[in-house]
């Protein structure tokens, strides 16, 4: 084919895709959503601190009891500027139907979410989460976590649309820029001879 035919023809297409109408796909929300627990071992998961607990004081032990033995992959805690807290969780290939762990002391917060996930039988993945807060003006998660919906649907009008805060930042002033040294320079200043051959 000759190359003025190619052109021709891909110009032909692109106008024929810019003349077309685009239509959006509609938002599938079953997909970004996590399946539901079939096998009911999150319904029936006990933990301390217990789901939406409002402590005293900071708790110094976490317990996750399951209903059968389970392998544990996956144990996260973060506060509710999305701030992960080191537990220093490391997986165990060993199933058992109660983990407990140590914690470090915990900072001021609203509130803490511990995330976790289980391999069950037939290596099904079962996920799960609890909340809790302490200390003297503390409220309960599920409290605070309405009046952040509220307040999102009221901001943004659509429950499929997620808020995350955005990391904290450095500003930095008045500080020099970095310095950075070129593999060459280039001298536009002088010139080459040239030859002239007559």
Known sequence: MKPGKI???????????????VIAQPFA????????????IAAKTE??????????????ILNLHFPSAVRLVKLTLRNEQ?????ISFRYSPGARDSYEWNLPQLGPAIYYT?????LAANDRLVRGSFSFAF?????????????????LMQRYGDP???YVAPPPTDIIINQDPPAYDP?????LDQRQPTNNQN
Do not use: C, M, Y
């Open 7 to 21: 052109q021709i023809l891909f110009l032909l297409g692109f106008s024929l895709l810019l003349g077309s109408s």
């Open 29 to 40: 929300s079953s997909v970004h959503r996590q399946a539901a627990d079939v096998t009911g």
């Open 47 to 60: 933990s301390n601190p217990a789901d939406d607990a409002v402590l005293g004081t900071a708790p110094e």
């Open 82 to 86: 999305r701030d992960w807290v080191d």
């Open 114 to 118: 511990a995330d976790w996930a289980i």
């Open 135 to 151: 200390g003297p003006d503390a409220e309960r998660p599920s409290v605070i976590k309405a009046a952040e919906e509220a307040l």
């Open 160 to 162: 499929t649309i997620r």
């Open 183 to 187: 593999p060459f320079t280039i001298d």
